[in-house]
């Protein structure tokens, strides 16, 4: 199946690429934050203060691992990489695009970790956690793409040809 799913730091712009890529492909969009919401019926950050972090993996990892969509955009939330089963199975249904942006650029974008639903453990900094997901979203990744210096559109268009790219190679 032809999917773009797309992973990296929160804040990072998946969401909002996400939805210029959509039109730009003429691709359906999801938000896979949203798709929990609705499945689990709680906010992400309910989830966590309910669930902690595991739980919240847990389930995040078992709802991602079900996604099912074709010619769809699917902006993932940040922590989706930590969840093997969600990561093999949305590798199998399309092209994983890493939107990779600096860390202090990262920082400057985010707010408030908790309200956004951030998967962060108590006591790790988020200087801790981009140190620790990088390698996992470069990892997972087919195609890693760096936005810094690019705007929304800019970094649509150039997902989109690197995607088709990967598409005319499979």
């Known amino acids: 199946m032809k999917n773009i799913v797309l ?30 919401q609705e499945k689990d019926g709680r906010l992400l950050s309910e989830i966590i203060d309910q669930e902690g972090l595991d739980g919240f993996e847990r389930i995040e990892n078992e709802i991602n691992a079900s996604i099912s969509a074709e010619h769809t955009v699917i902006a993932t939330g940040g922590s989706v990489v930590y969840g093997r089963e969600a990561m093999e199975h949305l590798r199998s249904i399309g092209v994983v695009v890493y939107i990779r942006l600096p860390f202090e650029e990262i920082r400057k974008r985010l707010g408030n970790l908790h309200k956004r639903g951030v998967a962060i453990r ?49």
């Open 122 to 170: 108590e006591g790790q900094t988020l200087r801790d956690l981009y140190d620790e997901r990088v390698p996992l979203y470069e990892k997972y990744a087919d195609i890693t793409v760096d936005v810094n210096g690019r705007n929304i559109s800019e970094t649509a268009l150039y997902i989109k040809e690197q995607a088709e790219r990967y598409f005319e190679g499979k």
């Open 7 to 36: 992973i990296g730091m929160p804040g990072c712009g998946k969401s909002t690429v996400g939805v210029v890529l959509a039109k730009a492909t003429g691709f359906r969009f999801n938000d896979s934050d949203l798709i929990i």
